[in-house]
């Protein structure tokens, strides 16, 4: 937990007198933590994802839309490397670009990476 949510937390123990529910209840209501223990708010990723979207000249609606297209898929995993970079955890990255589940931003950064490699070493296969 970040420094501040332990504050948080602290604050609303002592409020509470001592109900651990209540406690952990505050920090969540405050968007301090996640649901699977994120320590930053979703608003933020989507302002970092705003910025290099920006940056690379990429729609952000057409990076949260479902489409698959191979164009599509390529910007959306630039984005999802930019953001992890940037420190994002991949649950929070997942979730704040339509509601993906973090394996699939695993997957396609994973997938990215063995191509090319494959490019590197001339195997066609992948």
């Keep these: ?3 501040y949510a332990l504050d948080v937390f602290r604050a609303a123990w002592m409020r509470s007198d001592g ?3 209540a406690a952990v209840e505050a920090v969540y209501l405050a968007g301090l933590v996640g649901s699977r223990g994120t ?3 979703r608003s ?3 302002e970092a994802m705003r910025e290099v979207c920006e940056r690379l000249g990429f729609d952000l609606a057409e990076i949260k839309s479902p489409d698959r297209s191979r164009v599509v898929t390529a910007r959306r995993v630039r984005v999802w490397e930019a953001l992890r970079a940037r420190g994002f ?3 929070l990255i997942g979730a704040a670009t339509g509601d993906r589940c973090h394996t699939s931003v ?3 950064i994973r997938r990215k990476g063995e191509r090319a490699s494959a490019d590197d070493t001339g195997d ?3």
Excluded: W
């Design 1 to 3: 937990m970040k420094a």
């Design 19 to 21: 109900d651990l529910a």
């Design 39 to 41: 320590t930053r708010r």
């Design 44 to 46: 933020e990723v989507e």
């Design 89 to 91: 955890s991949y649950p």
């Design 106 to 108: 695993l997957t396609a």
């Design 124 to 126: 066609i296969s992948k």
